[in-house]
């Protein structure tokens, strides 16, 4: 099993959700870690996902609660 770390520089944390930028509706979008790497996304650990600001005038969808994936 291949362990995903969070693409933040200097991090090197577990990545525990995908955030995709859509950038032809300025969404930010934080999903459930993703299978497979596609552009313009990125894997976050807990801390940057909870930390996660998006640029000025962008919306951020948020689709997991971050520190609940134990239940799953
Ligand atoms: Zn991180």
């Known amino acids: 099993m291949t362990v995903r ?7 090197g944390q577990d990545a525990v959700a995908t955030l995709t930028y ?3 509706d300025a969404m930010a979008v934080l ?5 497979r790497s596609e552009p313009h996304s990125y894997d976050l650990c ?3 996902a909870e930390r996660l600001s998006a640029p000025q005038g ?10 609940s994936q134990e239940a799953v």
């Open 5 to 11: 770390l969070c693409s933040k520089v200097a991090c």
């Open 22 to 24: 859509d950038y032809a």
């Open 31 to 35: 999903g459930p870690l993703s299978y």
């Open 46 to 48: 807990p801390r940057h």
């Open 58 to 67: 962008w919306q951020v969808v948020r689709h997991v609660v971050v520190g």
